[in-house]
């Protein structure tokens, strides 16, 4: 499991920002998309995604076997919202680890919630999903959508060893058809994946991310404590559409 990489790696955050300008758009409004409310908020922010992203999730959608869909459980997550996951998280861990250092904590809390100056969530880029039945009956796939390592005892993560051959072969379904598609997935959960955030940018080897950390539309961009997002890249072609 050495060769993870994980959010909380500087090669992350080294990543440039060379925001294309998409909007957010609202997966409530296609019909070919089931929307899961587990997640849901208020403000709707949950059923958001990149128009780009949604695309090709679409795309990935035609490519699974008749009679699965994806179940959409959230989507875009606005920088406070990621940061109180964030923090609420990683309070839980300094608890349990009292001797671990900071860096170790932001370590650990990687591993299920993003440190929110790269999260993916916050650009719009990302998507917790599922599979199921047309009729909404969720598969198994080994693990609920969101479990943490410590419930998951590490079934969690895309590969790990222990989880069921139907489960299994219902993960490589997921990861083939959204794989198809562009997207990458956070391999310490299986149910997380992403197109055009930072992370991957660094996993698909391009010069930089097509979306940077977004507020919610018809808001003003909030005051963000810790790193700022990496200016936009001024010279050279954009990435290439994966």
Same mark, same amino acid.
């Given at each position: 499991?050495?060769? =993870? =990489? ?33 997640? +849901? ?13 949604? /695309? ?9 076997? +008749? ?45 299920? =919630? ?23 009956? $969720? ?14 005892? /590490? ?7 222990? =989880? ?11 990861? $083939? ?11 310490? $959960? ?17 010069? +930089? ?34």
């Amino acid at each position: 499991m050495t060769d =993870i =990489i994980t959010l909380s790696d500087p090669r992350v955050a080294a990543v440039l920002v060379d925001e294309c300008g998409e909007p957010l758009v609202d997966v409530r409004e296609v019909p070919e998309l089931l929307l899961d409310s587990r997640q +849901a908020t208020d403000d709707g922010a949950y059923a958001l995604l990149r128009s780009g992203v949604l /695309g090709r999730l679409l795309q990935a959608q035609r490519a699974l076997p +008749a009679g699965l869909r994806f179940l959409v459980v959230e989507g875009y997550r606005p920088p406070g919202l990621q940061r109180r996951y964030y923090e609420q998280y990683a309070t839980s861990l300094r608890a349990a680890h009292p001797d671990a250092s900071p860096a170790r904590v932001r370590e650990l809390a990687s591993a299920y =919630i993003s440190p929110p100056e790269v999260a993916p969530h916050v650009c719009g880029g990302a998507v917790d999903l599922t599979l199921c039945a047309e009729d909404g009956t $969720e598969l198994p796939l080994g693990t609920e959508v969101n479990a943490t390592p410590e419930e998951s005892a /590490g079934a969690c993560r895309t590969d790990a060893p222990g =989880i069921s051959a139907t489960a299994r072969a219902h993960r490589t379904l997921l990861r $083939e058809a959204l794989t198809s598609a562009g997207f990458v997935n956070y391999p310490t $959960e299986w149910w997380h994946w992403s197109y055009g955030d930072r992370y991957w940018a660094l996993m698909r080897g391009r010069p +930089a991310a097509r979306y940077g950390p977004t507020e919610p539309p018809g808001t003003e961009p909030a005051h963000r404590d810790g790193p700022p997002p990496t200016p936009k890249r001024q010279d050279g072609p954009p990435p290439t559409p994966a």
